[in-house]
Nanobody, 124 residues
């Protein structure tokens, strides 16, 4: 089992920045590729970014490429999402996920473990 807890959400003005954290406990963290997803009100959850086990490779949704950066610190069992130049359309609940049997992926169905999410609100 892996337990995931997100933090770092909040209210920010458009153009601002936030850094989300996802702390993991349980089994060996560096065994798991990790991903960030988000869900806006009335919409399906969508992929944001994913990172491989070592942190040496990452993949981003087109909507956040160049503005968001995913990283991980395996010594701290934590994955981060640095969000810059935020836009009102980035407003959502952001959740992190861990996948056991797949490489880092944008497919939500391949993530076995999820955190509870953290709210990000970007005002215009």
């Amino acid at each position: 089992q892996v337990q995931l807890v997100e933090s770092g959400g909040g209210l920010v003005q458009a153009g601002g920045s936030l850094r989300l954290s996802c702390a993991a406990s349980g089994r060996t963290f560096n065994n798991y590729p990790m991903g960030w997803f988000r869900q806006a009100p009335g919409k399906e959850r969508e992929f944001v970014a994913a990172i491989n086990r070592s942190g040496g490779a990452a993949y981003y949704a087109d909507s956040v490429k160049g503005r968001f950066t995913i990283s991980r610190d395996n010594a701290k069992n934590t994955v981060y999402l640095q969000m810059n130049r935020l836009k009102p359309e980035d407003t959502a609940v952001y959740s992190c996920g861990a996948t056991v049997n797949y490489a880092y992926t944008a497919l939500e169905s391949r993530y076995e473990y999820w955190g509870q999410g953290t709210q990000v609100t970007v005002s215009s």
